[in-house]
């Protein structure tokens, strides 16, 4: 082998072990993952750091969130529908042999609501009812976009109040928006009745 040979050789060998080293030091990312939302479509993607590239992603399929799937090349696709905590393992390999095994835990959260049922009212008569929210992450922002001059709404309590004005229905448009930004409109109805008849004395006979 002349001295040519042997630089080449000598190089091949030097890059093989910076390979190896490369190799042996692949990660899987991200660290951590964010919550999803009860059927809420997204694409993301896993990837690695050191290694060689290109890098090959595999899991155990049914450990995912329900309705998410994880592609080989770090495609993270799908609308989950099921909510709760979900443990699953990502495992990393690389062209060089090197692989990394990172295990997360992704919550699923169902997307806000209005639970609660909305009382008749009486013209004339003092009105409340308290919005009850359930689903999602809290705490919540809440919007009333076409409140009528006769209620009152106090976000700290969550409580709406007033005094009917005139009878019929009220319709209220809400708008919901959660910890994760996850925002939700729904449209509630409040019946208005009229105020009694008043009493009136009658009498067959005179007096």
């Known amino acids: 082998m002349n001295w040519l040979q042997k630089v080449i050789a000598w190089l091949r060998s030097l890059f093989t072990r910076k390979r190896l080293i490369r190799s042996r030091n692949v990660a899987a990312l991200p660290p951590q993952l964010d919550p999803l939302v009860l059927g809420k479509f997204i694409t993301?993607?896993?990837?690695?750091?050191?290694?060689?590239?290109?890098?090959?992603?595999?899991?155990?399929?049914?450990?995912?969130p329900p309705g998410m799937t994880?592609?080989?090349?770090?495609?993270?696709?799908?609308?989950?529908?099921?909510?709760?905590?979900?443990?699953?393992?990502?495992?990393?390999?690389?062209?060089?042999?090197?692989?990394?095994?990172r295990t997360y835990t992704q919550t699923v959260f169902g997307a806000p609501r209005i639970t609660n049922t909305f009382p008749k009212g009486e013209v004339g008569k003092d009105y409340?009812?308290?919005?009850?929210?359930?689903?999602?992450?809290?705490?919540?922002?809440?919007?009333?976009?076409?409140?009528?001059?006769?209620?009152?709404?106090?976000?700290?309590?969550?409580?709406?109040t007033g005094k009917p004005t005139a009878a019929g229905t009220t319709q209220l448009t809400i708008e919901i928006?959660?910890?994760?930004?996850?925002?939700?409109?729904?449209?509630?109805?409040?019946?208005?009745?009229?105020?009694?008849?008043?009493l009136k004395i009658t009498s067959t006979s005179p007096l």
């Open 44 to 64: 993301t993607r896993f990837s690695a750091t050191n290694g060689v590239p290109p890098y090959k992603f595999t899991t155990a399929i049914l450990t995912l």
């Open 177 to 198: 928006t959660d910890a994760n930004d996850t925002k939700v409109t729904e449209t509630v109805s409040i019946a208005v009745e009229p105020p009694p008849a008043p």
């Open 70 to 101: 994880l592609n080989m090349d770090g495609a993270y696709i799908g609308a989950p529908t099921k909510t709760g905590d979900f443990t699953f393992q990502v495992t990393v390999t690389d062209s060089g042999g090197g692989s990394d095994t």
């Open 128 to 160: 409340s009812v308290q919005l009850n929210i359930d689903g999602g992450s809290q705490p919540y922002r809440i919007k009333i976009l076409n409140l009528p001059p006769w209620l009152m709404y106090a976000a700290g309590t969550q409580i709406l």
